[in-house]
């Protein structure tokens, strides 16, 4: 299957033409959760991107990106939420390799 980014919009608008509640319910909620609060919403889409980078979603990436970017945050920034992504990850795989041994 492949996904270009460009048509997730087209596709969300479709999505939520089948199922109109439950969109506007999912993006009264995602706006509530991604706003200024006691986490900025600078800090908010970074903490996004990480989740991103870990799951490997494109589309989220592409979103939380332009966001971070537009909230403040720096190339630097970028990068370092990259490494930090990358380090949970790898220590997920070495603490589940646990599983695997006596």
């Known amino acids: 299957m492949h996904f270009n980014i460009k048509d997730l919009f087209t596709k969300l ?10 969109m506007t319910t999912f993006q009264e909620f995602d706006k509530a959760a991604m706003e200024d609060g006691a986490i900025p919403a600078k800090y908010k889409e970074l903490i996004a991107l990480g ?3 870990t799951t490997q ?6 979103i939380h990106k332009e966001k971070a970017i537009k909230a403040g945050a720096t190339e630097e ?9 990358a380090a949970l990850r790898a220590g ?5 390799g646990t599983h695997i041994i006596k």
């Open 13 to 22: 608008g479709s999505l939520g033409k089948k199922a109109p509640k439950s």
């Open 51 to 53: 989740v991103a980078l």
């Open 57 to 62: 979603c494109v589309y989220c990436l592409e």
């Open 77 to 85: 920034e970028l990068a370092e939420v990259t490494f930090v992504a």
């Open 92 to 96: 997920a795989a070495v603490t589940h």
